[in-house]
T-cell receptor, first 117, second 113 residues
Framework: DGGITQSPKYLFRKEGQNVTLSCEQNLNHDAMYWYRQDPGQGLRLIYY???????QKGDIAEGYSVSREKKESFPLTVTSAQKNPTAFYLC????????????????FGAGSRLTVL | AQSVTQPDIHITVSEGASLELRCNYSYGATPYLFWYVQSPGQGLQLLLK??????LVQGIKGFEAEFKRSQSSFNLRKPSVHWSDAAEYFC???????????FGTGTLLAVQP
């Protein structure tokens, strides 16, 4: 079955360390997204990519970095510059990033919970 | 700028009772509107979406939502709630040049026996 796989599901990090969260999709979707979820704040967009080798900052990109070298993969690195990284991170994908009926539906992975010790 | 407001942070209903979750959006043109559901520790699942046409849309799990342009609302309803509906519900809007999906802060639904 097609879907999005995020790993690891749980991750603990010491302050000052960079960590990378994996996101892989086999849906043949062009667009991929990273969201951060905190209690009471909904989902906030970190980065998104509409096509391979291209990505744009979302609303809260500071302290994060991404790459999009392959269509199916969109890893997120939480750097030591991110002041409050403890959160639930969700990866999503969609057929495209353009405005059209099919392009707008996001499929989500199960999430990765990062805790900074 | 587009935005979404879910005024109810937490709602408790009895099993078998009807449910309505409120969502108000801010956007200049006709938006694309969505409702997603999230079980604890899981990702989001699409319940239903509105793009155009009939303003009453049907979704999965017996949910429906009605788009009311005059009220800038897209409320989610279910006639009879089941215990398995306990989850967090997110309304989202998409539109504009960036095509980003903007989420509300969510409504946590508890179902009591």
């Amino acid at each position: 079955d097609g879907g999005i796989t995020q790993s690891p599901k749980y991750l603990f990090r010491k302050e000052g360390q960079n960590v990378t969260l994996s996101c892989e999709q086999n849906l043949n979707h062009d667009a991929m997204y990273w969201y951060r979820q905190d209690p009471g704040q909904g989902l906030r967009l970190i980065y998104y990519s509409q096509i391979v080798n291209d990505f744009q900052k979302g609303d809260i990109a500071e302290g994060y970095s991404v790459s999009r070298e392959k269509k199916e993969s969109f890893p997120l690195t939480v750097t030591s510059a991110q002041k409050n990284p403890t959160a639930f991170y969700l990866c999503a994908s969609s057929i495209g990033g353009g405005r059209g009926s099919g392009a707008n539906v996001l499929t989500f992975g199960a999430g990765s919970r990062l805790t900074v010790l | 700028a587009q935005s979404v407001t879910q005024p109810d942070i937490h709602i408790t209903v009895s099993e078998g009772a009807s449910l309505e979750l409120r969502c108000n959006y801010s956007y200049g043109a006709t938006p694309y509107l969505f409702w997603y559901v999230q079980s604890p520790g899981q990702g989001l699942q699409l319940l239903l979406k509105y793009f155009s046409g009939d303003t009453l849309v049907q979704g999965i799990k017996g949910f429906e939502a009605e788009f009311k342009r005059s009220q800038s609302s897209f409320n989610l309803r279910k006639p009879s709630v089941h215990w398995s509906d306990a989850a967090e519900y997110f309304c989202a809007v998409r539109g504009g040049a960036t095509n980003k999906l903007i989420f509300g802060t969510g409504t946590l639904l508890a179902v009591q026996p």
